[in-house]
């Protein structure tokens, strides 16, 4: 079993930046692709970002192209989402999720163990 416990969530204004970071333990990610979800209120969950086991394949939703970046430190166990220039539309509860494969995919379903989600809310 894979445990994920993401941080680095909270407030900020509109242009500013924050660093997510999703630490697993119970068992290594150094072989799971790994993926950026969020939730916003009253809509589905959609994907940001996914990277491959050794991080040299990334994927990003047309709208965090450009501003989001995900990365891998399999040594610490971790993945991040840095996430710069915010808009108020990026306001979510943005969670990580792995998969035993270690190419990384879009789909939810793709995806056995999930974080419980921090909330990043961006005021205009």
């Known amino acids: 079993q894979v445990q994920l416990v993401e941080s680095g969530g909270g407030l900020v204004q509109a242009g500013g930046s924050l660093r997510l970071s999703c630490a697993a333990s119970g068992r290594t990610i150094s072989v799971y692709g790994m993926s950026w979800f969020r939730q916003a209120p009253g809509k589905e969950r959609e994907f940001v970002a996914a990277?491959?086991?050794?991080?040299?394949?990334?994927d990003y939703a047309d709208d965090a192209k450009g501003r989001f970046t995900i990365s891998r430190d399999n040594a610490r166990n971790t993945v991040y989402l840095q996430m710069n220039s915010l808009k108020p539309e990026d306001t979510a509860v943005y969670s990580c999720a792995a998969r035993s494969l270690g190419i990384a995919a879009r789909s939810p379903a793709s995806y056995a163990y999930w974080g419980q989600g921090t909330q990043v809310t961006v005021s205009s």
């Open positions: 990277i491959s086991w050794i991080g040299d394949i990334t």
